[in-house]
């Protein structure tokens, strides 16, 4: 573990730091998705019922010593 700033060349913010983020992720070109009313909520309902669940995060955590 590690402190991201301690790896940055030049100080920022951590709004500057998550645009910087996105923009390796994410080409220039590539066009922004605009979710429907109905899959913002589908993919709220998956977050709650799966991803934020005991079993999702540590419960298919690999053994390891």
Known sequence: MTNI????DTPMTLDEFRD?????MV???DPHI???PEQRKEVCRLR???YRS???????????S
């Open 5 to 8: 700033r301690d790896h940055l």
């Open 20 to 24: 910087r983020l996105l923009d390796q």
């Open 48 to 50: 709650d019922e799966k």
């Open 27 to 29: 080409a220039a070109n």
């Open 54 to 64: 005991w079993e999702w995060i540590w419960g298919r955590t690999p053994a390891f």
């Open 34 to 36: 605009t979710l429907s």
